[in-house]
Nanobody, 120 residues
Framework: QQQLVESGGGLVPPGGPRKLSCKAS????????MGWFRRAPGNERELVEL???????TYSASVKGRFTVSRDSDQSMVFLQMNGLKTEDTATYFC??????????????WGQGTQVVVSS
């Protein structure tokens, strides 16, 4: 089964770091664009950072320099390292992948989300 499951959310004090993890079950990570979106309470889901298969990345201006997406192909995992967290970073964070090759190229996958609350 192809599935994304996020973990690592929780309560974080302002300024603190937090690393989110995403297990991409049944996926060969090298064949996918992968990254993270988030949705704050009452807001639309927005891009955090997307790392394309070719290595290029697209960032939200609000997180660039603070958040970094990485992937571990051997373990089929995607990570979001968050540093210098701000109150406005409070949101549910979603792992995202899109297949780039094969019969199902273009298919998108979403995780269920993991909530990050930045508060003292």
């Amino acid at each position: 089964q192809q599935q994304l499951v996020e973990s690592g959310g929780g309560l974080v004090p302002p300024g603190g770091p937090r690393k989110l993890s995403c297990k991409a079950s049944g996926m060969i990570v090298n064949f996918y664009d992968m990254g993270w979106f988030r949705r704050a309470p009452g807001n639309e889901r927005e891009l955090v950072e997307l790392n394309a298969r070719d290595g290029t990345s697209t960032y939200s201006a609000s997180v660039k320099g603070r958040f970094t997406v990485s992937r571990d192909s051997d373990q089929s995992m995607v990570f979001l390292q968050m540093n210098g967290l701000k109150t406005e970073d409070t949101a549910t964070y979603f792992c995202y992948t899109q297949k780039t090759s094969g019969y199902d190229a273009g298919r998108e996958y979403w995780g269920q989300g993991t909530q990050v609350v930045v508060s003292s």
